[in-house]
């Protein structure tokens, strides 16, 4: 049974630029989240989503948006890069009330 | 939000003894606590979690302890092993409107020499 997998691994992207960052849930899970970490850090939640919705939203600019399609797997979109944005942003499936499986998350370097 | 900038608190054990890793939280309303390990390239990944109606709970090698009065957790390692040099967060399961998110604390890192 394959956890969470995110994809790419690696992306480096120029500042201003735009980046897409996928994720594949844990097989049965629903809810899909977001989290930004930065080197040294504990992750940031950035939102959730479930049933096609973003559910909640922690303190990210709308610079940050996503998106969850019917099969549950979700994208993170970053727009109008910045070089703070360099992290390893991670996704997280879950059920509605818990039950967290992390993936290994896509490291971001902004240059 | 919590920060910890690029130095993480650091604790260095030898293999064989005993390691205790503390927790502040800051909501006292949250009720369930979760215990992550994180390696290098790697995601977060569960060890032990605690309701807030209890004080103690244990796995195998683990032990979490709760208490709420000071809003202090504390993760207990038996017979510390190398493969378990890790960063360790703390994380409080909170949300609205029915719906959960986890906010992490500070994390600590574990150093285990051989």
């Known amino acids: 049974d394959a956890g969470v997998t995110q994809s790419p691994t690696h992306l480096i992207k120029t500042r201003g630029q735009q980046v897409t960052l996928r994720c594949s849930p844990k097989s049965g899970h629903d809810t899909v989240s977001w989290y930004q970490q930065a080197l040294g850090q504990g992750p940031q939640f950035i939102f959730q989503y479930y049933e096609e919705e973003e559910r909640q939203r922690g303190n990210f600019p709308d610079r940050f948006s996503g998106h969850q399609f019917p099969n549950y797997s979700s994208e993170l979109n970053v727009n109008a890069l910045l070089l703070g944005d360099s992290a390893l942003y991670l996704c997280?499936?879950?059920?509605?009330?818990?039950?967290?499986?992390f993936g290994s998350g896509t490291r971001l370097t902004v240059v | 939000g919590e920060s910890v900038g690029l130095h993480l608190p650091t604790l260095s054990v030898q293999e064989g003894d005993n390691s205790i890793i503390n927790c502040a939280y800051s909501?006292?309303?949250?009720?369930?606590f979760i215990w992550y390990k994180q390696e290098s390239g790697k995601g977060p990944q569960f060890i032990i979690d605690?309701?807030?109606?209890?004080d103690k709970r244990q796995g195998q090698r683990v032990t979490v302890l709760l208490n709420k009065t000071v809003k202090h957790l504390s993760l207990q390692i038996a017979a510390t092993q190398p493969g378990d040099s890790a960063v360790y967060f703390c994380?409080?399961?909170?949300?609205?409107?029915?719906?959960?998110?986890?906010?992490f604390g500070k994390g600590t890192m574990l150093l285990v020499s051989p």
């Open positions: 997280a499936s879950s059920l509605l009330r818990g039950g967290y499986t």
């Open positions: 605690i309701r807030s109606n209890m």
């Open positions: 909501n006292s309303a949250s009720d369930y």
């Open positions: 994380a409080e399961l909170g949300g609205h409107s029915g719906y959960s998110t986890l906010t």
